[in-house]
């Protein structure tokens, strides 16, 4: 059975950090990229942060550039999105996505960026 897990979102104030994590199973994690997607009330999808299979291509949106950095550890077959210097417009459901044979998606986690 394919899982996605994340976990690591919750309530933080402006300018501050979360780690989000996505542990995955059922599938060779080795050999998907995975993706960090959010999705904010009201907006379209947004792809946030790509990493490669091996980890040697990373890839950001431009609006997290300089903040978010995503890593992964094929051994533990976990992914994670390090978010750094965080805005009010942050806040949003974020997922982990396998890119490979298949695709799949987690279930998300909230993170809300406020004072």
């Known amino acids: 059975q394919v899982q996605l897990v994340e976990s690591g979102g919750g309530l933080v104030q402006p300018g501050g950090s979360l780690r989000l994590s996505c542990a995955a199973s059922g599938f060779t994690f080795r050999n998907y990229a995975m993706n960090w997607y959010r999705q904010a009330p009201g907006k379209e999808r947004e792809l946030v942060a790509h990493i490669s299979t091996a980890a040697y291509g990373t890839h950001y949106a431009d609006s997290v550039k300089g903040r978010f950095t995503i890593s992964r550890d094929n051994a533990k077959k976990m992914v994670y999105l390090q978010m750094n210097s965080l805005k009010p417009e942050d806040t949003a459901v974020y997922y982990c996505?396998?890119?490979?044979?298949?695709?799949?998606w987690g279930q998300g986690t909230q993170v809300t960026v406020s004072s």
């Open positions: 996505t396998a890119v490979g044979t298949y695709n799949y």
